[in-house]
């Protein structure tokens, strides 16, 4: 088993920043793909980003490229998503998901490539 807990969320200004943290326990971190994905009212929850258990390979949806950073800092078991540049549709509750199934495919953008997940934290942003 693996828990997720996110953290770091909260109400900011447009063109602002957050950063949000997701810690994993309950088994080695490493070799996961770690992604994030978020969801706001009425839609279906969405890709954000994603990194590989080497940290080398990331991916993200085209709405927040040049704007999102995904990292990870295995040390402390934990992922980041620094959000930079906010906009109100950014505005969600945002998830942490890990692939453990398995590590060394492709990184997978859709819920399905996923089989852990986190709570959720909210994002708001305000215009």
């Known amino acids: 088993q693996v828990q997720l807990v996110e953290s770091g969320g909260g109400l900011v200004q447009a063109g602002g920043s957050l950063r949000l943290s997701c810690a994993a326990s309950g088994r080695s971190f490493s070799p996961y793909i770690m992604g994030w994905f978020r969801q706001s009212p009425g839609k279906e929850r969405e890709f954000v980003a994603a990194?590989?258990?080497?940290?080398?390979?990331?991916v993200y949806a085209d709405s927040v490229k040049g704007r999102f950073t995904i990292s990870r800092e295995d040390a402390k078991n934990t992922v980041y998503l620094q959000m930079n540049q906010l906009k109100p549709e950014d505005a969600a509750v945002y998830y942490c998901a890990a692939n453990t199934r398995s590590p060394l495919a492709p990184i997978q953008t859709s819920n399905s490539g996923y089989n852990y997940w986190g709570q959720g934290t909210q994002v708001t942003v305000s215009s």
């Open positions: 990194i590989n258990w080497t940290g080398v390979k990331v």
